[in-house]
């Protein structure tokens, strides 16, 4: 007769969200020895990526690489690696060099501070997103019927539309402004340069945390980073997703399995106020907060990836599809008007909310 299984669930302050960590395991001390392992290896991501704390390889690279190679820790210059491949392949669209826009929108501080891991304001930078450790992804949208599916967008068609943003990649993107250099050392090629990690580093941090339990032996978990997920296991995990234009209610459910999920919509605090304010993703052809499209929910093998491709999906919209397909990806967003739109082969269950 097989042994019943322990499980346990654990939440902590970290990323600037709760960052929620449940397995099942044999015995009690295998499961709290990984759960510990895991949310260690969240608090490196928080203290190598941070943009508010001075110390963070973020603060260093945006103060000496502009004047020369700055050596960063193996995870940092992997997301690095990671954005600018993302940067190259959405023409421009996800981009780690829109510090400077987040600070003049006030989004950002103008110089970074020290602060403490649990520091609100460290890394999650979509305030809108749930920081209420259950299986909540903030602020977005999902739907099974909608106005259209991402269908008949060729590679071909998706870079005639963005014709800008390639050229704008080429000529001042990250893969020329953010120079990657052996031996984890990294440079900017000018002082203007700034970058932020806020939109990537998140997910990252949570596949860290499932390659830490994988690697205690743990064949069943989750890690919830205040709405960016990953599920692994046999048993699929109900996620409810809010509505971008009334964060308060759920919209649809999500039944995910051996999989990643994230999610970007406009900020959202209830004690000040019970409007939605604009998005923290940048526009990088304006500077300014996206606006066509309220929220946008990605699934993916990998969190770093959906984490990411969220941002793609706000800006691209249907024109996404391209580099959702290449990574493996599924989307929905809501557009401003309202109109639900889904990828034609998403992979989970979906109903709505009830």
């Known amino acids: 007769m097989e042994a019943a299984r322990v499980s346990i669930r654990r939440a902590r302050p970290l990323l600037g969200t709760f960052v929620e960590i449940a397995v099942a395991a044999e015995t009690f001390d295998a499961a709290e020895a990984a759960v510990e392992a895991a949310f260690s290896a969240v608090a490196t991501v928080h203290r190598l ?8 390889d973020v603060s260093r690279l945006n103060r000496s690489a502009a004047s020369g190679a700055v050596r960063v820790h193996d995870w940092t210059y992997q997301v690095l690696e990671a954005a600018c491949d993302l940067h190259c392949r959405s023409g421009g669209m996800f981009d780690i060099s829109v510090a400077p826009a987040l600070q003049s929108l006030a989004l950002l501080p103008s110089v970074p501070a020290v602060s403490s891991p649990s520091d609100s304001g460290v890394i999650a930078r979509e305030s809108g997103r749930s920081s209420n450790p259950q299986l909540l992804v903030g602020n977005a949208s999902l739907g099974v019927t ?3 599916a991402f269908a008949g967008m060729t590679p071909e068609n998706w870079q005639e539309r963005h014709r800008f943003h390639f050229t704008q990649t080429r000529s001042s993107g990250a893969r020329d402004t953010i120079q990657l250099l ?4 990294v440079r900017f090629a000018a002082p203007s340069v700034k970058i932020d990690l806020g939109g990537i580093a998140k997910g990252f941090a949570v596949d860290c945390a499932v390659d830490a339990l994988h690697r205690h032996g743990m064949a069943e978990g989750l890690v ?5 997920l990953r599920a692994f296991g046999p048993r699929s995990h109900v996620v409810e997703v809010r509505d971008p234009r009334q964060p308060d209610r759920p919209l649809y459910r999500v039944w995910l399995c051996n999989a990643a999920l994230a999610s970007s919509a406009g900020r959202f605090d209830p004690v000040r106020s019970r409007n939605v304010l604009d ?11 996206v606006r066509s499209i309220s929220g946008a929910t990605v699934c993916a093998p990998g969190c770093v990836i959906a984490d990411a491709l969220t941002k793609v999906v706000m800006n691209a919209g249907e024109a996404a599809a391209p580099i959702l397909e290449h990574y493996g990806a599924d989307a929905l967003f809501v557009s401003a008007d309202g109109c639900v739109h889904m990828t034609t082969d998403w992979k989970n269950e979906v109903h709505l909310a009830a």
């Open 49 to 56: 990526m941070s943009f508010h704390e001075t110390d963070s």
């Open 146 to 148: 909608g106005c259209s």
């Open 182 to 185: 052996p031996g984890n050392r």
């Open 224 to 228: 919830n980073a205040g709405g960016d």
């Open 279 to 289: 998005s923290a993703v940048i526009d990088p052809a304006t500077a300014m907060p």
